[in-house]
């Protein structure tokens, strides 16, 4: 499916784009009810979990989901957003489809039915989404080893850096100090897939948040 693009402008915010994906995900046929259980955005991405209950009572049978305890199914669907000259516009997909972004937080896969074929698209989606939740939130001072060196910009390379942060105005941004030059590099989280963490500072006083407080003196 396409992108589809509201003209008339009504989605200005993220709260009106979350009533948006609950409408989307909410409505009924002769014999289904579907209804969201949980909608989260992530950058312009919205994740979502919709359950699926029959209308008549009886357990929902499914050829990719395993059927839950109560009857229903509830699977995840990816809805790829952005505005273009105002207007909101969507892209959805079911996540059984095969879709590529995948971030969807852990709480919202734990809302998801077991899956009937261990080597489906939407077990490989909920795989990838589990594995970006996976890769660490380091803290001012940690120094972590890369999984692999990451090229710069210059033509050099860097493997093992420390997490620091520089300040633009009032914001706050995270960096990490390399160590072989001291220089400051911006990773994205992806880069520190398979990372390992080399020491702590809460272990200890971290060098470079001491350089920090040293000065603010």
């Known amino acids: ?28 046929t002769d014999t289904r009810k579907t209804e969201l259980v949980k909608a989260c955005k992530v950058g312009s991405t919205w994740y979502a979990a919709a359950r699926v209950t029959n209308i008549d009572g009886t357990p929902i049978d499914d050829a990719t ?20 000259d105002g207007c909101w516009g969507y892209k959805d997909m079911e996540e059984s489809a095969g879709p590529v972004e995948s971030r969807a937080p852990l709480s919202l896969l734990n809302l998801l039915s077991g899956l009937k074929d ?38 050099s390379t860097c493997q093992i850096v420390t997490a620091t942060h520089y300040r633009r105005g009032w914001q706050k941004r995270r960096c ?17 897939a398979g990372s390992a963490l080399l020491s702590s500072a809460k272990g200890a ?5 001491a350089e920090f407080l040293a000065g603010r003196d």
Request: glycine content about 6%; hydrophobic content about 40%; overall charge negative.
């Open 1 to 28: 499916m396409g992108w589809l693009f509201y003209t008339d402008r009504r989605v200005k915010t993220c709260a009106d784009e979350k009533a948006e994906i609950a409408r989307l995900c909410s409505f009924e």
């Open 65 to 84: 989901y395993v059927t839950d305890a109560d009857g229903s199914i509830t699977f995840g669907a990816v809805f790829l957003t952005r505005y273009d």
């Open 118 to 155: 261990f080597d489906s698209y939407a077990q490989a989606w909920r795989q990838r989404c589990r594995d970006w939740a996976a890769i660490p939130d380091y803290q001012e001072g940690d120094r972590i080893k890369l999984a692999a060196p990451v090229s710069l910009s210059d033509g």
């Open 176 to 192: 990490y100090r390399i160590e072989e030059t001291g220089g400051l590099v911006r990773l994205s989280k992806a880069s520190l």
């Open 205 to 209: 006083s971290s060098p470079v948040l």
